[in-house]
């Protein structure tokens, strides 16, 4: 009595098992297909990302050589002054942060997203 008793309670927790595993899977489903639909917006956005990296990178090499123009107008006209070229600043790049233990760095955003498609793809086959 007691061992059918024991396999009747096996038999129920493995169908509660097998419940919730096909309940996680249909829910895993709809997410990857609301990331496939994400996907031609997340390229977009990462192509309207890379021409704002290049027109700040154009900007930039402008506003350097505005600078260096203004630089030496200003010393040549007037020496007297307390301006100098030392004293202008502009800096294009960000004070480095100390990268966390168990990170990892990515090259380029454009690889991080591909990689991101590539790895759900993986495990949807």
């Known amino acids: 009595m007691m061992a059918l008793l024991i396999d009747t309670l096996i038999l129920a927790l493995l169908a509660g098992t097998l419940g919730y595993a096909f309940l996680v899977d249909r829910r895993v489903r709809a997410l990857m297909a609301a990331l496939e639909n994400l996907k031609p917006a997340v390229g977009a956005l ?4 890379d021409k704002s990296e290049s027109s ?11 600078t260096g123009e203004t630089a030496k107008k ?5 020496s007297d002054t ?9 800096s294009s790049c960000r004070v480095s942060r100390p990268v966390p233990a168990g990170v990892t760095q ?9 990689g991101f498609f590539e790895a759900t793809r ?3 086959a």
């Open 46 to 49: 990462s192509a309207a990302v």
């Open 56 to 66: 700040v990178s154009v900007l930039k090499s402008m506003a350097q050589g505005i």
């Open 82 to 90: 307390k301006a100098s070229p030392e004293t202008m600043h502009f």
């Open 122 to 124: 993986g495990r949807n």
């Open 74 to 78: 200003r010393t040549a006209e007037a």
């Open 106 to 114: 990515l090259s380029g955003k454009s690889d991080l997203v591909r």
